[in-house]
């Protein structure tokens, strides 16, 4: 035979163009429209439904960026499709608001309701219909039409106007382009369905293979028959022809997939927060029309927020939710508040994600996640296994890591074992998208790249449109069922990600182990972008920490009110500005203002709750002047977690001037020797008097970077920022002030536009250097490093993550330590060597890069830079500029545990209050290892006392935890509070506790009389 394979596949794809797909709807009549301009905000359909609609035309432009109109869209079901429609048709309603049909969301979207209010269905650019039902006459929709302006475009990464309303153009965005009453042919829409799934797994098999051959003369033989002129009358002959390759079952050992429909809708982005709310309206709404038609559709939902939004906006959406979760159809995942970074979030946050979002789901709807869900987070915290084992939890899913730049992870289906050593059953979609529409091209992806082939066979992929677009589709369900059983297709099954993880883990028990973080080996410049952001987070994190400690203990000894509503509240908050675009600081200039909005009025009620409880606690006024010690660890001789008065005294501060226009400071503990220019030049511990800075290299010293990613600009830090680089050497003023019992050096620079103030500040009695940045930042497409040498050998640093810390290589020895060229810290960084070791805290970045160097005598010496500032142009082009202040504290001869208590230290500063009385702490652990990191009331309202411990050096330690007051009993619990079966327990007012290396514990005392 003549090869005319690419003759006949051009053929194909030009008739389907051109005559199938205008078959689709036989008949189409013009529906009227009448619309009512929102003034600004969104507002509830009973708002709107009140309003007077004027008329509006086809070809009406309308939707200035943000803005919302509603439409009432009205007319007659032509006579002749009634009382029913011909045989083998469906009346719907078609809608074109002049977006862009190529692509799936990110524009103009719209909610469609009945005029009582019950919504129908969403309209999105691919999936822009609307159902009627038989034997409804008359047409009469209200549709609230979203001119989302589409921020990215062609992801050219332009400085954007759109990201704030106030700089966002006027002029409208979109087209009323078509609004029908229309005849769909089901005929010809399965025939397309058919054609469609044909002709991706031909296009995917080999060339070679009799099968892909197969297709193809049958599909050329459907065209054959087909006639153009006449689609409707041949569609079902055209089926016929093709329906024996369809019915050929799939080979006995081909690939399994569990397809779960998906929306990935990330809780802002691209858009503000109050746009989520309404995307997900759209999708759930959608997605539950569906379900009506399909009962072996699942939908796999994540984030309780989203599902709390329902609740609190749009009720009516959210009773369908609670039938369809009963049903098991709708299906919550993930137990999380939201989809959050993992790299950031402070331990208690990354727990209280799961703690909320599970409780959630478990008080709504009884159900209780298993799986963490986290398709899209920019990299996975070490921290993570034993955070999700804690809540309960068994299984872990990401896909992000696919992204890697440079290496490819070994595995799709894994154990991923954590920092402390739990171990969760992991899977990476080998689909390598979330938001799949199960493709010929895809499905035979996820099979060819699934690196477990031959030891495992079922793998999952999530399908349906993301942030915007409506979700699966009826497409992509006929997809699915067209590849249950099809010869060199995998077999497709619809299910939920449990029944995945069920037959994945069951089949494949010896997976291989992955230890560690799985950094991403990309989106590098997250943990620095949007400072302000990043600082309400650690601020409030701190502050939460502090408002449940002092409201709990207040609340057992003196029957002080605990908050918990404004506690959950101020959570929830959190958590939800955790979100993997949030946090991250990659979104636009709206999401961000907001945030730090949200942010600030959080720590304004935090602030009230602290300052209510400690008065409670201490009495207000009085003659004492008391300091409050909310960090685990004693200071000034005030105990850890109570208050006391000062009673340590400390020798004085001296500042001398030294050589060459040097200030030595010391303060009989540590001496710094300050130059000229600022820089630390030597840091000795007098304790051990070994020198910490290497001879000729001074210790910080400010870095000015380009910073012009090759692509994601927010995100991305590209390591070719190394190659160009300014040393801010040079100082404009410099002084020193010696106040009371501290000793500063101040310089200033000024920069272009920016000025750089820093207080470098020993203070008595303290064991590290504090240098604090006070930074007014006009730079753009710059970053700013500040540069720490440290003369100490080190072949790895350690960097705080959740209850821990984790280690990473100072070297670049390998292409996965190379890519690894910044990363993120939580409080803090140590370097050491056997016998000595510096840590360095700071109160608010995350973002470093560790490097080493060799010297002439054959010594090596390490270098930590911190990321202090960006300013990416995209998607926020403001982002970062202004006035920024963030600290450092360096401390020579310190211990791991002293950089454990340091970091504390920075995130809690002693509190003054005049008080009448001291308070005793609560809770006391013997061992300084065991850290207790929360103390609050349990979250069932019972009045319990729940403590959350770890051990923070990375080794076994034993604390005795002890109670000021009795218990009737107590427990160690999982992260929900719920009893765990054989760990230890005890009555009265202690109870001993063995730890491993960063194990977590929580601790519940029930029946509580304090003292
Ligand atoms: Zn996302």
Same mark, same amino acid.
Request: glycine share 8%.
């Given at each position: ?64 960026? =943000? ?98 309303? &106030? ?39 080999? &060339? ?60 802002? =982005? ?171 091209? &895809? ?49 497709? !099954? ?321 292409? =996965? ?27 608010? !970045? ?166």
């Amino acid at each position: 035979m003549h090869n005319d394979h690419s003759l006949v596949e051009a053929r194909l794809d030009r008739f389907v163009r051109d005559h199938l797909t205008p078959a689709l709807y036989r008949d189409a009549r013009p529906l009227a429209a009448t619309a009512w301009p929102v003034d600004r905000e969104p507002v509830p359909f009973e708002t709107a439904v009140e309003q007077t609609f004027e008329p509006v035309p086809l070809g009406w432009r309308w939707g200035r960026a =943000w803005s919302t109109v509603w439409l009432r869209v009205t007319g007659e079901v032509p006579a002749e499709w009634l009382p029913q429609p011909p045989a083998g048709t469906r009346i719907e309603v078609l809608v074109d608001f002049g977006y862009n049909r190529s692509r799936s969301g990110f524009q103009a979207e719209g909610l469609a309701y009945r005029p009582d209010g019950s919504l129908i269905k969403s309209i999105a650019p691919l999936n822009s219909w609307l159902p009627v039902a038989p034997g409804e006459r008359h047409i009469d929709v209200l549709i609230e039409a979203a001119a989302n302006p589409d921020v990215a475009g062609e992801y050219t990464f332009d400085p954007t106007p759109y990201g704030l309303w &106030e700089t966002a153009p006027d002029e409208p965005l979109y087209e009323l382009k078509q609004l029908e009453v229309a005849l769909r042919d089901e005929t010809v829409w399965h025939l397309l369905a058919d054609v469609w799934t044909l002709r991706g797994l031909m296009a995917e098999l080999p &060339e070679g293979s009799s099968r892909r051959h197969e297709i193809l003369r049958a599909l050329e033989d459907m065209l054959d028959v087909l006639d153009p002129e006449g689609i409707p009358q041949t569609a079902q002959v055209g089926r016929d022809a093709i329906a024996g390759v369809l019915a050929k079952p799939a080979h006995a050992s081909a690939h399994r997939v569990l397809a779960t429909g998906h929306a990935h809708i990330d809780s802002a =982005w691209l858009w503000p927060l109050r746009e989520t709310v309404r995307k997900c309206a759209r999708t759930f709404t959608n997605v539950m029309d569906l379900m009506d038609e399909h009962p072996d559709f699942v939908f796999s939902c994540s984030s309780a927020q989203q599902y709390l939004w329902m609740k609190e906006h749009h009720p009516r959406v959210f009773a369908r939710m609670k039938e369809k979760v009963a049903a098991g159809q709708f299906v919550p995942v993930g137990g999380m508040w939201v989809e959050s970074d993992t790299n950031m979030p402070g331990g208690e946050a990354m727990a209280r994600q799961f703690i909320a979002g599970k409780q959630f789901f478990i008080d709504e709807f009884g159900v209780e996640c298993e799986e963490a869900w986290m398709p899209d987070s920019f990299g996975y915290s070490g921290a993570l296994p034993q955070i999700v084992a804690a809540a309960g939890s068994r299984w872990f899913l990401t896909q992000k890591i696919s992204w890697n730049q440079i290496n490819r992870m070994p595995h799709h289906t894994f154990w991923w074992e954590g920092i402390d050593g739990t171990r969760v059953f992991t899977h990476f979609p080998p689909v390598d998208t979330y938001i799949s529409e199960l493709s010929g091209k &895809e499905l035979a992806h996820a099979e060819r790249n699934f690196s477990e082939k031959g030891r495992a066979t079922i793998s999952l992929v999530p399908f349906g449109w993301g942030d915007g677009g409506g979700g699966p589709t009826r497409e992509m369900i006929a997809a699915a069922h067209r590849t249950a059983d099809l010869e060199g297709s995998p077999r497709v !099954t619809m299910g939920s990600s449990r029944d995945f993880f069920e037959a994945a883990e069951a089949e494949y028990p010896q997976a291989p182990v992955w230890s560690g973080e799985m950094y991403l080996e990309l989106h590098r410049g997250v943990f620095t972008s949007q400072l302000r952001t990043k600082q309400g987070n650690r601020r409030n994190e701190s502050l939460l920490r502090q408002a449940e400690l002092w409201a709990a203990t207040a609340a057992l000894r003196t029957g002080f009110a605990y908050p918990r509503e404004a506690l959950a509240r101020a959570w929830q908050t959190v958590l939800l500005l955790q979100f993997h675009d949030i946090l991250p600081g990659s979104s636009i200039a709206w999401v961000h203002r907001e945030a730090e909005q949200r942010h600030a009025a959080v720590t304004e009620t935090l602030e009230g709750i602290i300052a209510d409880a400690i008065a409670a606690l201490a009495g207000q006024g009085g003659e004492h002047d008391l300091l409050v010690n909310a960090s685990p660890f004693a200071r000034e001789g005030v105990p850890a977690l109570g208050a006391a008065t000062l009673v340590a005294s400390h020798p004085a501060v001296t500042a001398t001037e030294g050589a060459d226009g040097a200030t030595v400071l010391d303060n009989g503990i540590i001496r710094a020797v300050v130059d000229a220019r600022g820089h630390v030049t030597s840091l000795i511990a007098h304790a051990d008097g070994r020198e910490a800075i290497p001879a000729g290299q001074p210790a910080n010293v400010l870095r000015l970077h380009r910073d012009l990613p090759n692509l994601w600009d927010a995100w991305d830090l590209d390591q070719h920022y190394q190659r160009t680089v300014t040393e801010l050497l040079e100082v404009d003023e410099r002084h020193v002030r010696t106040v009371g019992d501290t000793a500063t050096v101040i310089t200033v620079r000024r920069v272009g536009d920016s000025l750089i103030e820093q207080r470098l500040t020993l203070r008595a009695g303290e064991s590290a250097l504090e240098i604090e940045n006070r930074i007014d930042w006009r730079e753009r497409e710059k970053i700013l490093k500040l540069a720490v040498p440290l003369d100490v050998h080190a072949d790895r640093i350690a960097a705080e993550t959740q209850f821990g810390h984790l280690y990473r290589p100072t070297h670049t020895n390998t292409s =996965w330590d190379a890519a690894r060229f910044e990363a993120c810290q939580h409080r803090f960084v140590h370097l050491g060597e056997p016998g000595y070791g510096v840590a360095i805290a700071n109160d608010s !970045t995350y973002g470093y890069d560790v490097g080493r160097d060799t010297r002439a005598d054959g010594g090596t010496t390490t270098t930590v830079r911190f990321s202090l500032l960006r300013a990416p142009l995209f998607p926020d082009p403001e982002s970062d500029q202004g006035e920024h202040l963030m600290r450092f504290r360096i401390a020579p001869g310190a211990t791991i545990g002293d950089a454990v208590a340091l970091g504390y230290d920075l995130a809690t500063p002693l509190r003054a209050v005049r008080a009448a009385a001291p308070i005793a702490p609560i809770v006391t652990s013997s061992d300084p290892a065991v850290v207790v990191e929360t103390v609050k009331l349990a979250e069932d309202g019972s009045g319990d006392l729940v403590v959350r411990l770890y051990e923070s050096r990375g080794g076994r330690a034993h604390t005795t935890l002890t109670l000021d007051g009795t218990a009737v009993t107590i427990e160690c619990t999982d992260l929900l509070e719920r009893t765990l079966d054989g760990e230890p327990a005890g009555t009265g007012a202690s109870i001993e506790l063995p730890f491993r290396a960063f194990q977590l514990r929580t601790v519940r005392f029930r029946g509580v009389s304090a003292r």
